[in-house]
């Protein structure tokens, strides 16, 4: 079971970008996903996370500018980025909550990341 994440890129300030992230292998299930980033020399905070009946919850510096979202039949999570500012470069990283197939035992998967710069 892996996460592959795709969608990062340099934009300016005031662009947007979308990241995308999928499961693939055997998974049973799929229970919260989300999006973490890292910055140069910080540690990795929570961007937003969504439940698999679709409740969200938001970094306080990204609420109303991010929106998260999710595909449960593709085992996709995406997040829409908008009104991006230079403060929002980092590395992504998706997260998610799943039991697999393979052992039916609840496992938490990261994502390799990608690189989000914004940047003028």
């Known amino acids: 079971v892996q996460l592959q994440a795709s969608g990062g890129g340099l934009v300016q300030p005031g662009d947007s970008l979308r990241l995308s992230c999928a499961a693939s292998?055997?998974?049973?299930?799929?229970?919260?996903m989300g999006w973490y980033r890292q910055a140069p020399g910080k540690q990795r905070d929570l961007v937003a996370t969504?439940?698999?009946?679709?409740?969200?919850n938001y970094a306080d510096s990204v609420e109303g500018r991010f929106t998260i979202s999710r595909n449960n039949a593709e085992n996709t999570v995406y997040l829409q980025m908008n009104s991006l500012k230079p403060e929002d470069t980092a590395v992504y990283y998706c997260?998610?909550?799943?039991?697999?197939?393979?052992?039916?035992?609840?496992?938490?998967?990261w994502g390799r990341g990608t690189l989000v710069t914004v940047s003028s």
């Open positions: 997260n998610a909550g799943l039991v697999p197939t393979t052992s039916y035992r609840y496992l938490e998967v």
């Open positions: 292998g055997s998974i049973f299930s799929i229970n919260a």
């Open positions: 969504i439940t698999s009946g679709g409740r969200t």
